[in-house]
């Protein structure tokens, strides 16, 4: 009889654990229902882990493009780690949308300068420069993005073409 009792006890123990870990879950599930969420909880347990704040820019990005609480998550991790390349490149992508297209160059170049071999970065700043009317460093970026293998809109290379055409004249 005591052993059955025992065993009633232990099962109760265990169900009790049981029901307080899928509390826990079910608690969890709610607060990070989306990647915003979750990031700003992460950011606000651990302000200086760098990739938490990337990461809450770029959930500002993916649900609804704002840009206007990206950005300021974004320049969080750079201040934390003024070397990391992906939040650069999205800080100066969020730059360029918002038409900062001078602070854009700074920071594509800036990744440029950390990692010569990013073609999207060349790209993007060729696209940028060519918003800017600045055409030969347009070209030139462009040239650079192409060598490094990255997909070339046709359209684009045609209007700068057209534009290189025309100043020659």
Same mark, same amino acid.
């Given at each position: =009889?005591?052993? %059955?009792?025992? /065993?009633? &006890?232990?099962?109760?123990?265990?169900?009790?654990?049981?029901?307080?870990? !899928?509390?826990?879950?079910?608690?969890?599930? @709610? &607060?990070?229902?989306?990647?915003?969420? %979750?990031?700003?909880?992460?950011?606000?347990?651990?302000?200086?882990?760098?990739?938490?704040?990337?990461?809450?820019?770029?959930?500002?990005?993916?649900?609804?493009? #704002?840009? $206007?609480?990206? %950005?300021?998550?974004?320049?969080?991790?750079?201040?934390? /780690?003024?070397?990391?390349?992906?939040?650069? =490149? /999205?800080?100066?992508?969020?730059?360029?949308? @918002?038409? &900062?297209?001078?602070?854009?160059?700074?920071?594509?170049?800036?990744?440029?300068?950390? &990692?010569? $071999?990013?073609?999207?970065?060349?790209? #993007?700043?060729?696209?940028?420069?060519?918003?800017?009317? =600045?055409? $030969?460093?347009?070209?030139? $970026?462009?040239?650079?993005?192409?060598? %490094?293998?990255?997909?070339?809109?046709?359209?684009?290379?045609? !209007?700068?073409?057209?534009?290189?055409?025309?100043? /020659?004249?």
């Amino acid at each position: =009889m005591q052993k %059955l009792f025992v /065993n009633y &006890k232990f099962r109760l123990t265990v169900l009790g654990v049981i029901a307080a870990l !899928a509390l826990i879950n079910y608690s969890a599930q @709610k &607060k990070w229902k989306d990647d915003v969420v %979750l990031w700003e909880d992460t950011t606000e347990k651990k302000p200086e882990q760098v990739s938490a704040w990337h990461n809450l820019g770029v959930a500002y990005l993916d649900q609804g493009n #704002n840009l $206007d609480k990206a %950005l300021p998550a974004i320049s969080r991790a750079l201040e934390l /780690n003024p070397n990391y390349d992906k939040a650069l =490149m /999205n800080k100066a992508n969020v730059l360029a949308r @918002k038409g &900062k297209l001078e602070e854009a160059i700074t920071a594509f170049s800036r990744v440029i300068e950390l &990692k010569p $071999d990013n073609a999207l970065a060349w790209y #993007n700043r060729s696209l940028t420069y060519y918003q800017l009317k =600045m055409f $030969d460093h347009a070209q030139q $970026d462009f040239s650079n993005a192409e060598r %490094l293998g990255h997909y070339v809109n046709e359209d684009y290379r045609k !209007a700068l073409a057209r534009t290189n055409q025309t100043r /020659n004249q």
